[in-house]
């Protein structure tokens, strides 16, 4: 059975400019939670969404957003990058509420 | 703001020795979650815990919730070089609702070395 993948892996962009970053789920998952990993501030919450419906939102700027298709697959956009952006960006799905978490292995954004 | 103090940051310890992680809250966990990440990697679960009190065991770790569900600990029998790597402990907290919809608050990591 596939993992979480998400793509691209790596990606280099400089300030001011926008990125979108996409993850597809678990087969038969139908939420998809997105963190930011960084060495300072560890792993952090950006949104969840399910059934194409963001549930639940963490404490980010507006910059950061997300959506989701009907096939479960999401994206994640940030806008304006700052060079504070740079960071690994974590996929997670889950089969239903209460289930832990898969994470894929990231896509690590650096801004030049 | 749910806050989650794991503990120690550091480990470095010779292979055949024993360690123990520790995962604080002083907010009431509805499920916890202990991952563990090698680098260019993403975390990868070990397990997860849901009961008050239960240990689980899995080889060498075994993992304990509190019973008051606001702690955990991670113990690693005679470690090995193979377990280097980064521990995360992950609570998920029972928002309003009676669901915490998908937001894991993580500790800072644990950053295990196991020296041959």
């Known amino acids: 059975k596939a993992g979480v993948t998400q793509t691209p892996r790596y990606l280099i962009k400089t300030r001011g400019q926008q990125v979108t970053l996409s993850c597809s789920p678990i087969?038969?998952?139908?939420?998809v939670s997105w963190y930011q990993q960084t060495p300072g501030q560890g792993l952090q919450f950006l949104f969840e969404y399910f059934s194409e419906t963001q549930r639940n939102k963490g404490n980010f700027p507006g910059r950061f957003s997300g959506r989701q298709f009907s096939n479960s697959r999401s994206e994640m956009n940030v806008s304006t990058l700052e060079l504070g952006d740079s960071a690994l960006y974590l996929c997670a799905s889950r089969l239903e509420v209460n289930q832990p978490q898969h994470f894929g292995d990231g896509t690590r954004l650096s801004i030049l | 703001t749910q806050l989650l103090e794991q503990s120690p940051q550091f480990l470095s310890i010779q292979e055949g020795e024993n360690l123990t992680v520790y995962c604080n809250s002083s907010?009431?966990?509805?499920?916890l979650q202990w991952y563990r990440q090698e680098p260019g990697e993403g975390p990868v679960l070990l397990v997860t815990?849901?009961?008050?009190?239960e240990v689980k065991k899995l080889k060498r770790l075994t993992f304990q919730f509190g019973d008051a569900r606001k702690d955990s600990s991670l113990h690693i029998t005679a470690a090995q070089p193979g377990d280097t790597g980064l521990y995360l402990c992950?609570?998920?907290?029972?928002?309003?609702?009676?669901?915490?919809?998908?937001?894991?608050?993580f500790g800072q990591g644990t950053i295990l070395t196991v020296h041959p």
């Open positions: 087969s038969g998952h139908r939420s």
């Open positions: 992950a609570g998920a907290y029972l928002g309003a609702g009676g669901t915490s919809y998908g937001k894991l608050t």
């Open positions: 815990v849901v009961t008050g009190g």
């Open positions: 907010s009431v966990f509805s499920s």
